[in-house]
């Protein structure tokens, strides 16, 4: 049954996504109107799937949110005079890479040849960090400090994290769909301001355009970065919390943490001999808060085999 209501959920999720398109055309009083119809039913859709289906339903929520994203995007966008065509919004619906669509279509795309470079060497990358992440998750970590099990765990998902969205942006590239490179060289960041101005750029665009620009924007850069990452957690809660059937709350601790550091190093560019020192106290410092985001993750399946401290 889970199967079958995920299946469901899905098609709530992405049936309302292709609905959406033809009432672009729509006076926007109407337009609105059913936006928040279609907006709801997306946001709602998850709940289909049984409670104890925690997978089945994180994995419709991670789909419900980038449809919500789009559909706001879109309509949004369609409030400015920008109406993308019908394969431009399709594709874009079916991947997060363009999650504000009309920024990703000003911007000028990488050559052809730099594309094609990029899928090989991330394709490559990006399959050899998921055999370095079925290598480290068949150890018997029972028998090893939790430290070493997480280090290990949260390193070697995140250079697959670094390297396989940017081999399929590029790729969706090379066959003229739109897409935004989901990440710099996060693991090169000196603080965490870099750190979260390199990692996941689609994402950052949306937040930048839709929650910091109104939050003050960089008349109160402060007040609006704290806003950021509030929103955030608040939408990662979202996601983690109903498949959890309860309110976990370790997704707005990490991000609350994670935008106070930001805060603190908004005006750091740690330069000459202070740069690997830097770089070094940017991954613990990360390797410190996440395990706060994955044990939302432990929640849905089983990530770590060491008892949570």
């Known amino acids: ?13 992405f049936g309302s996504g292709l609905a959406f398109y033809p009432v672009l055309g729509l006076p926007r009083r109407a337009r609105r109107i059913v936006f928040a119809v279609v907006f709801t039913a997306v946001v709602f859709s998850p709940l289909i799937v049984p409670p104890e289906a925690r997978l089945l339903r994180f994995i419709a929520m991670l789909c419900t949110v980038a449809v919500a994203v789009r559909l706001y995007d879109t309509s949004r966008g369609a409030d400015a005079g920008f109406f993308p065509g019908p394969w431009i919004y399709l594709s874009s619906l079916f991947h997060p890479f363009a999650l504000v669509l009309r920024r990703v279509l000003r911007d000028e795309p990488p050559p052809r040849r730099c594309d094609l470079r990029q899928t090989h060497v991330c394709a490559a990358a990006g399959m050899a960090s998921v055999a370095l992440i079925i290598w480290v998750f068949c150890i018997d970590w029972r028998r090893l400090p939790f430290v070493a099990e997480h280090s290990a765990k949260a390193i070697s998902v995140f250079l697959m994290v670094q390297f396989l969205p940017n081999a399929l942006a590029s790729a969706f590239r090379l066959v003229d769909i739109p897409a935004t490179n989901f990440a710099g060289p996060f693991f090169l960041a000196r603080t965490p301001a870099e750190f979260w101005r390199l990692y996941n750029r689609p994402a950052g665009q949306f937040l930048r355009e839709y929650v910091f620009k109104p939050g003050g924007g960089r008349s109160h850069p402060l007040t609006a970065t704290l806003l950021t990452f509030l929103f955030s957690g608040v939408i990662h809660e979202y996601v983690f919390d109903i498949p959890a059937s309860r309110v976990l709350g370790w997704q707005m601790l990490f991000f609350t943490l994670q935008g106070l550091a930001v805060l603190a190093t908004i005006r750091l560019r740690p330069s000459g001999r202070l740069t690997v020192p830097a770089r070094l106290l940017t991954v613990a410092f990360n ?9 939302c993750l432990n929640v849905v399946l089983p990530f770590y085999v060491n008892r949570l401290p």
């Open 1 to 13: 049954m889970a199967p079958r209501n995920l299946a469901i959920s899905l098609a709530i999720t």
């Open 287 to 295: 390797l410190a808060t996440v395990w706060l985001f994955l044990r």
